[in-house]
């Protein structure tokens, strides 16, 4: 099992930044994967920036250029930065893991991009 501690989501106007972050309660290491989805309201979960097993970073093309995603391993914690906001980034953001037992989620952080 996984524990997820998610912050960083909230209210900016557009062409804001934010910065998320999820803290696991277990070692990164356990992971195969790890990134970032969002839903916004009426809409499919989407993958908005990932780790993959082989070490690499995917990103939806919708973030490319504006979102990064990084990690601290020491920390457990994986984070998403997001410069140039729009309002179409709004959504509710949520952590995701996958490791041998199955995928977990994060509770969700919700950002809204609005002036």
């Known amino acids: 099992q996984v524990q997820f501690a998610e912050s960083g989501g909230g209210l900016v106007q557009p062409g804001g930044s934010l910065r998320l972050s999820c803290a696991f309660s277990?070692?990164?290491?356990?992971?195969?994967?790890m990134g970032w989805y969002r839903q916004a309201p009426g809409q499919q979960r989407e993958l908005v920036a990932m780790?993959?097993?082989?070490?690499?970073?995917d990103y939806s093309d919708s973030v490319k250029g504006r979102f990064t995603i990084s990690r601290d391993d020491a920390k457990n914690t994986v984070y998403l930065q997001m410069n140039a906001l729009k309002p179409e980034d709004t959504a509710v953001y949520y952590c995701?893991?996958?490791?041998?037992?199955?995928?977990?989620w994060g509770q969700g952080t919700q950002v809204t991009v609005s002036s």
């Open positions: 277990r070692n990164i290491f356990s992971f195969y994967n």
């Open positions: 780790f993959t097993s082989s070490g690499t970073t």
């Open positions: 995701k893991v996958s490791m041998w037992s199955g995928d977990y």
